[in-house]
């Protein structure tokens, strides 16, 4: 009867083990089980226990494991298609950040080239005063006057940079590697970064053959005829009714 007893505890606590996440509990149940097992049934006891222990924790692994398996991928309708082949996420008026999203490779948001990304502005309207433009002339070693400059200056405040990073990929700044910023002129003073220019980069009709969900994760494939360097694939997650952009990926298709 004793020994029915003790077993029925034993296996309370073995199940309360395989579903515990806390350290610290987990472990005093550990000691718990080790304890009362030698004390009162004996080593062989011990490793009976302990054998059944790691089958159920074995059991309730694959459980788990077969609840987090990624859902599978389905092919975007029609309409899902045409919602980013429109106007109302990609292209429309000018100048729509989400296009510039495609202007370079990146397997992860850290890793955008921010040079592609803000090459045209931000799409935030920006004010640059005479004192900036002379500020920025003089880091580059530009001699002449302002009137006599062969192409406008752009202008990028690091303050919507964060704004288009965070809305756009969910990090700042800060988060990224810094690819392609060395490229710009930055004015501490004014904590903004400029680059004069009379050419575009501007995506400015961007077209996917087809697309998947696989959860909340969507991949448009398209071949980029901007650079005419092939298939491509960009990858948007989609988080709280808006959409992230992930990655930006060469594939076969």
């Not at 990929?169 to 004015?187: A, P, Q, S, V």
């Not at 077209?207 to 092939?230: A, P, T, W």
């Amino acid at each position: 009867y004793e020994a029915r007893i003790i077993y029925t505890y034993m296996l309370e606590l073995i199940v309360k083990l395989c579903f515990c996440k806390n350290e610290a509990i987990f472990k005093r149940r550990v000691f718990n089980i080790l304890n009362v097992t030698t004390k009162k049934m004996g080593i062989s006891a011990l490793v009976m226990i302990i054998i059944l222990a790691v089958s159920m924790v074995a059991l309730v692994g694959c459980d788990n494991q077969e609840q987090t398996l990624p859902a599978e991928a389905t092919s975007l309708t029609e309409d899902e298609l045409s919602y980013f082949n429109g106007d109302l996420f990609f292209n429309g008026d000018y100048l729509n950040i989400h296009n510039q999203f495609l202007s370079s490779l990146y397997d992860e948001p850290a890793d955008i080239d921010l040079f592609q990304l803000f090459y045209c502005g931000s799409g935030i309207a920006e004010t640059i005063t005479e004192d900036e433009l002379k500020a920025v002339m003089v880091k580059n070693e530009m001699t002449g006057r302002i009137d006599d400059l062969p192409c406008p200056c752009e202008k990028i405040s690091r303050l919507n940079m964060d704004e288009i990073l965070t809305k756009c990929m969910g990090i700042t700044l800060t988060d990224t590697n810094e690819i392609g910023l060395d490229h710009f002129t930055y004015l501490s003073q004014y904590d903004a970064y400029y680059y004069f220019h009379g050419d575009t980069n501007y995506r400015g009709n961007i077209n996917f053959s087809s697309g998947e969900r696989e959860g909340n994760v969507v991949r448009l494939f398209y071949n980029d005829g901007f650079v005419s360097d092939g298939d491509k694939a960009l990858t948007l997650q989609e988080k709280n009714g808006e959409y992230l952009f992930i990655a930006n990926q060469k594939v076969e298709l």
